[in-house]
């Protein structure tokens, strides 16, 4: 059972995973909303061989919201904090959907302590003002009905159509972090994605080891999304991770994992 550390930031209390030893960490950012138990199978399976972190963007899971406004540029800000707070001078990251748009940013701010990057089931695009308008009416939803409805009918998109079947826990899982997720950090974290910048003209300055992943039947940021970064990435690896939908690290554990070895073991990390 892993066991969750806390350490105050700027007054803000963060939680965090952090297992195993290992030169180069491998730091791990969850999707939206969820946080980070999402990734307890990837810490405990990489451990034995990497220091694995796996923290709360704040407002999520254990970590404090603080007062500032959310924004993604904001949370990448926190990334690099909490890896001065655990004295981590340079780490792989590996972000899913709002995860990546998270490093993808943070990229921009400190490339240096970046040393290889996995971008998982997320895109690089902005929100598409059909997009943002989307976003700003389920925040006003949400607002006026709370999250019973919403995260009902957010589960429809994240996983591949036979998960529902056949990976029920899994299923019931992911359901009950959107439950257990603040109803504000929601609305706030729907205006940060919302308003976040577009980095696919930044990729073809990536110099590090990279790696592309995607549930082959991701319907939130889809194959052809994974596709545009991996071409415009010099050097990216890309792999299709089959039955599995945007949740491709819970769906299919074995390949996603195994992906994630195989990456770090072949650039010695």
């Known amino acids: 059972m892993l066991a969750a550390k806390e350490i105050e930031i ?3 209390k963060v939680s965090y995973f952090d297992e195993g030893k290992g030169e180069t960490p491998i730091i791990f950012i969850h999707g939206f909303p969820f946080n ?3 990734w307890k199978d990837q810490v405990t399976l990489l ?3 990497h220091r694995v972190v796996a923290y709360d963007v704040r407002g999520h899971g254990g970590s404090q919201a603080g007062v500032e406004e959310f924004t993604v540029d904001r949370f990448a800000d926190d990334l690099f904090l909490l890896m001065d707070a655990l004295s981590i001078d340079q780490a792989v990251v590996c972000g899913l959907s709002m995860g990546g748009y998270i490093v993808l940013n943070a990229l921009s701010k400190q490339r240096e302590r970046i040393a290889g990057l996995i971008l998982a089931d997320t895109q690089c695009a902005a929100d598409t003002e059909e997009g943002k308008d989307k976003r700003r009416k389920t925040i006003a939803f949400i607002r006026k009905n ?4 919403y995260a009902e009918e957010s589960m429809k998109n ?3 159509p036979q998960s529902f079947t056949d990976k029920k826990e899994q299923v019931a899982f992911v359901k009950n972090m959107i439950l257990h997720t603040d109803a504000e950090t929601i609305c706030k974290t729907l205006e940060a994605l919302a308003t ?3 980095t696919c003209s930044t990729l073809d300055r990536i110099t590090i080891p990279a790696q592309v992943l995607v549930g082959a039947e991701d319907k939130v940021t889809p194959l ?3 596709q545009k970064m991996h071409g415009l990435i010099t050097g990216s690896q890309l792999h299709v991770i089959d039955g599995a939908g945007h949740m491709s690290n819970l769906e299919n554990l074995t390949a996603f994992t195994e992906h994630i070895k195989a990456f770090l073991k072949t650039h010695h990390f």
């Open 10 to 12: 700027k007054g803000n």
């Open 36 to 38: 980070k138990s999402m």
């Open 47 to 49: 451990s034995a061989d």
């Open 146 to 149: 709370g999250l019973k409805d």
């Open 158 to 160: 994240l996983f591949a």
């Open 196 to 198: 976040r910048s577009e």
């Open 224 to 226: 052809a999304a994974a």
